[in-house]
């Protein structure tokens, strides 16, 4: 059956993408491509190794290393790594490593308009959306505008290979979770629908075999194409109940992003799955699942995912005051977010039951 919708509107955002085993030794090509010749390279401290070798391929044409990206992009990180940018007369930033240090680029370009390029090294899929989350004060913000949009996105799967095996199958959930969400979008297209069932198709046959043989270059780079589509879906059409609740996890109760987003995957799905079961029922059917919940359920246990909130130090006692924020500010989602439901699911997401049905 096609994905023909009767009526629909796609906004996709430009952006140029290269995929290969390798792929990073084209920043210099694509610096040269968009007329740059000055780059700040960005990672995170444990990265700092790798932005070394990035700084040392560019020679001349690296201005600097920051080595400071840090989760959920503060902003005190953000303004000093503006003001060496600026300082060392960068004319972009090429930001090697995961949703952290893409988020510092983006952060970059927001203040100073400097291009972006991004050599992702796991699978959040933040290198394809136009969104900034960041801290400042204890609280997180979120900006969505083209601003912070890569300009190019080079995919080497030789980058994802050191990525060890647990954050690989919670960064896939991660991204996965993006894909889902996105089969329900108010604004969804017949686009963002093929993009996200490719991205899980995508993962359901990589991911098995990363876990098999994390060095299987093969393997890495489908699960990085499987990235690249969840994190373009992410950036074109509006999520739901599970980035809400994910967030407020994160925010409120400081848990873990990627593994957090893996707990919470099959909970949300499954809460939606009645309202939303014409969409979900491709994401069933891939997954070889009679529901989409048990689907993704049976898909993590299989592939060694955490999924208790209570193995990422959530507390049985907050789990009433989770439930009251989760349903603070009211927002679109198939099924009608009722506090109850909402806590019912924060009990099993909590223990790490098999979603209910
Ligand atoms: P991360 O970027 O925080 O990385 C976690 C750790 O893993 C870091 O220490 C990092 O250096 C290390 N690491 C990354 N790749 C590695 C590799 N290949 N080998 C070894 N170590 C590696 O984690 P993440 O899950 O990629 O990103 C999470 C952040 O991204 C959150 O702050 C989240 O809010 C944000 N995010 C934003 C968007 C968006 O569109 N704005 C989308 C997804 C995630």
Not at 29 to 41: F, H, N, P
Not at 162 to 190: D, F, I
Not at 274 to 284: G, K
């Amino acid at each position: 059956m096609s994905l023909f919708q009767q009526n629909f509107a796609a906004t996709l955002a430009p952006m140029r993408v290269r995929f290969g085993a390798g792929a990073r030794h084209l920043v210099g090509e694509e610096m040269e491509r968009l007329g740059l010749s000055r780059a700040l390279i960005l990672t995170t401290p444990q990265q700092a190794d790798t932005g070394a070798e990035f700084a040392a391929a560019l020679g001349a044409r690296a201005v600097g290393v920051f080595s400071g990206a840090a989760m959920h992009t503060p902003v005190p990180i953000s303004e000093a790594a503006t003001a060496q940018a600026i300082a060392l007369g960068a004319d972009c930033v090429v930001a090697v490593g995961g949703g952290s240090t893409t988020g510092l680029g983006k952060a970059i370009a927001l203040r100073t308009d400097l291009p972006q390029i991004v050599v992702p090294t796991t699978y959040a899929g933040s290198e394809a959306t136009g969104i900034l989350g960041q801290t400042e004060g204890g609280r997180k913000t979120t900006i969505t505008t083209p601003k912070v949009q890569p300009e190019v996105i080079l995919y080497d799967a030789e980058l994802v290979r050191t990525l060890p095996v647990a954050m690989t199958v919670t960064s896939a959930l991660n991204a996965m979770a993006h894909a889902a969400e996105g089969l329900y979008a108010q604004n969804r297209s017949p686009i963002s629908t093929l993009m996200a069932l490719e991205g899980i198709r995508a993962f359901r046959d990589g991911l098995p075999r990363v876990i098999a043989a994390p060095d299987d270059l093969t393997a890495r780079g489908e699960t990085l194409y499987g990235a690249w589509l969840c994190g373009t879906v992410l950036g074109t059409v509006g999520m739901a109940l599970h980035h809400k609740l994910c967030h407020t996890l994160g925010g409120s109760f400081d848990l873990p992003h990627a593994e957090t987003h893996a707990v919470i995957l099959p909970h949300a799905i499954a809460y939606n799955q009645r309202a939303a079961a014409a969409e979900l029922a491709p994401l069933a059917e891939i997954l070889g699942a009679t529901s989409p919940g048990a689907g993704l359920h049976d898909f993590a246990v299989r592939m060694g995912a955490p999924l208790a909130l209570r193995d990422l130090g959530m507390k049985e006692s907050d789990l009433d005051r989770a439930a009251e924020i989760a349903v603070q500010n009211p927002y679109w989602n198939p099924r009608p977010i009722e506090q109850a439901a909402i806590r019912h699911l924060l009990q099993a997401a909590w223990a790490g039951d098999a979603p209910s049905e």
